[in-house]
Structure formats: C-alpha cells, structure tokens
C-alpha cells in the first residue's frame, strides 16, 4: 500500500452453497474470481456440516469467520504489501449462494448480537458488523409461516431440512426455527440495523420457493421505514431473474457476468454507505 493513503479494503466474505456437502474451493468461483480481478480482497469459509453440525453451529462458524478476518486480514495483508492500516480501515460485507445466502443473511441480521457472539477469548477483534450483504437465492423462513414451501413441493424438502439438517422437528422446537429465520428476526429488536442487502432469485427455482423471497423483501423494506436511526443511503434490492434455476449462477453465462457487475456496483456503494470519512481504492 502506498503509505500516507487511507483505503477501504473491501472483502466479500462468502460462504460456501450446501448444508451437507462441499468445500470452499468449489462454489461461486466465476463470482469470486471476478470480484477478485477487479481489487476486491476475497475471503472464502469453509463450516461444519450436517448431519454432524446443525445450523446453530453454523451460523457461529461464520460469525468466528467475520471475526478471524477482522483479527487477521490487516497482518496479512501488511506482510504482503506494506503501509499501515487499522480495523476501521476495513470495510467487511458478506455473501453466499443458497445455504450461503442464509448464512449471510443470519450475519446481516445477528450484528454484535451476544446471543451468537464467538468467544472473546478467541480473537483479538470480536466486531461482528458488516457494512452490505449478498443474498443468493438463500432460505428467508425455516418456518414456512405462509406455506409458500409446501405450496411447492407439498413441504417435501421442508421437511428434509428440519429433520436432517436441524435435526429438531417444528413442533418440540418451533423457536429455534423462529430464531434462525431471517424473516422473523426482522420482527425483533436488533443490536445493530441490517447492513444493505442485495437479494437475487430465479422464476424458476424449484428448491426455494420465488414468493418467499418476495414475501423477505417486502418485509424488509417495511421494516426500513419503521426503524429509527437507520442512516444507510443505499437502498436494499432485490432482483427476479426470469426463467433463473436454483444456482442460476454456478457456470458462467450471462446471468452470471451480470451478477458479478451488480455485485461490484452494489459493495462499492456500500462502502461508501460508511460513516467514516476515508478513501475507497481497490488493490
């Protein structure tokens, strides 16, 4: 870094697509690649995975995740290109596809909440704020409050995410669905507001349903306009892709080449959305 400039060094945090399968190495990589060859810092994670792990346990891994990166990325990156930064020079957003796109939303949403901080003993920065979000095609309601889940498929893999992934059915444990529903957590008093979010789903998605994402959405921009001291000038957005499959972006096309240059609009605004008065500038 050349010394006497301030950067925002923006990382796209993501995290990886499945609840039980798969390696951070092998998803969103045309998204990854693109955002890296235009100067973002990428960071992927890897999270314990189901049938072993539940949710919860993932949700806290890429909370450490958040954390670890805010702990580590400035020593990394000053052994590699020099200059002096600090953790406020850092502007954190976080993303996934599918299982990611959940993860990522539950990170939006969950802020600094002490109810899913890491230890503090296990990092020296335990800021868990982010300043933009990305969500692909990801879960909004584990509870199926308006049945849109069994509307598609008779609640088939609603069902299959409630007993193998949760492994807790709705019944006996109906709150920890609640809590790790995105949509029903837009209800509930937050620690910090819910950075910018930017929602894409396909017409044709025959995993997660389109209307519960528009029923995410439409919530979400009530909610702006109910809570007090939200200060963000970008707005949230959400994007129909038509005809657009469930992992609409996983081989490159020209849906995919769009999303990256969303992408990229959308974080740098984002970045800019800060209160901090510093330099943006890629690497």
């Given at each position: 870094f050349p010394v006497g400039i301030n950067y925002v060094l923006l990382v796209q945090c993501i995290?990886?697509?499945n609840r039980t399968v798969g390696k951070r190495f092998f998803?969103?990589?045309?998204?990854?690649?693109?955002m890296a060859h235009n100067g973002f810092v990428v960071c992927t994670m890897d999270y314990r995975l189901a049938p072993t792990n539940n949710v919860e346990d993932q949700v806290f891994d890429v909370k450490s995740g958040i954390c670890w990166i805010k702990s580590n990325l400035i020593n990394v990156l000053q052994e590699q290109f020099g200059g002096s930064l600090k953790h406020r020079d850092i502007s954190l957003c976080i993303g996934g596809e599918s299982a990611g796109g959940h993860l990522s939303l539950m990170?939006?949403?969950t802020m600094n909440d002490p109810k899913w901080q890491p230890s503090d003993q296990e990092y020296s920065v335990t800021d868990t704020s982010l300043d933009g979000c990305l969500d692909l095609y990801g879960v909004r309601d584990f509870t199926d409050s308006e049945e849109h889940w069994y509307k598609l498929d008779g609640g088939g893999f609603r069902n299959y995410i409630r007993h193998y992934v949760f492994q807790r059915c709705t019944l006996e444990h109906a709150e920890a669905h609640e809590n790790l529903s995105p949509k029903?957590?837009?209800?509930?008093?937050?620690?910090?507001?819910?950075p910018p979010i930017f929602g894409i789903h396909g017409t044709h998605d025959t995993l997660i349903p389109l209307d519960e994402a528009e029923?995410?959405?439409?919530?979400?921009?009530e909610g702006r306009k109910q809570w007090s001291g939200q200060s963000n000038s970008v707005n949230d957005v959400f994007v129909v892709i038509p005809y657009g499959p469930h992992?609409?972006?996983?081989?490159?096309?020209?849906?995919?080449?769009?999303?990256s240059d969303a992408a990229e609009n959308f974080l740098l605004a984002c970045t800019r959305n800060r209160k901090r008065n510093l330099t943006v500038a890629k690497l």
């Amino acid at each position: 870094f050349p010394v006497g400039i301030n950067y925002v060094l923006l990382v796209q945090c993501i995290a990886i697509n499945n609840r039980t399968v798969g390696k951070r190495f092998f998803h969103s990589l045309h998204l990854l690649m693109d955002m890296a060859h235009n100067g973002f810092v990428v960071c992927t994670m890897d999270y314990r995975l189901a049938p072993t792990n539940n949710v919860e346990d993932q949700v806290f891994d890429v909370k450490s995740g958040i954390c670890w990166i805010k702990s580590n990325l400035i020593n990394v990156l000053q052994e590699q290109f020099g200059g002096s930064l600090k953790h406020r020079d850092i502007s954190l957003c976080i993303g996934g596809e599918s299982a990611g796109g959940h993860l990522s939303l539950m990170a939006a949403m969950t802020m600094n909440d002490p109810k899913w901080q890491p230890s503090d003993q296990e990092y020296s920065v335990t800021d868990t704020s982010l300043d933009g979000c990305l969500d692909l095609y990801g879960v909004r309601d584990f509870t199926d409050s308006e049945e849109h889940w069994y509307k598609l498929d008779g609640g088939g893999f609603r069902n299959y995410i409630r007993h193998y992934v949760f492994q807790r059915c709705t019944l006996e444990h109906a709150e920890a669905h609640e809590n790790l529903s995105p949509k029903l957590l837009l209800n509930r008093p937050f620690v910090e507001l819910p950075p910018p979010i930017f929602g894409i789903h396909g017409t044709h998605d025959t995993l997660i349903p389109l209307d519960e994402a528009e029923s995410f959405y439409a919530a979400l921009k009530e909610g702006r306009k109910q809570w007090s001291g939200q200060s963000n000038s970008v707005n949230d957005v959400f994007v129909v892709i038509p005809y657009g499959p469930h992992g609409l972006n996983i081989l490159a096309n020209p849906v995919s080449f769009a999303l990256s240059d969303a992408a990229e609009n959308f974080l740098l605004a984002c970045t800019r959305n800060r209160k901090r008065n510093l330099t943006v500038a890629k690497l």
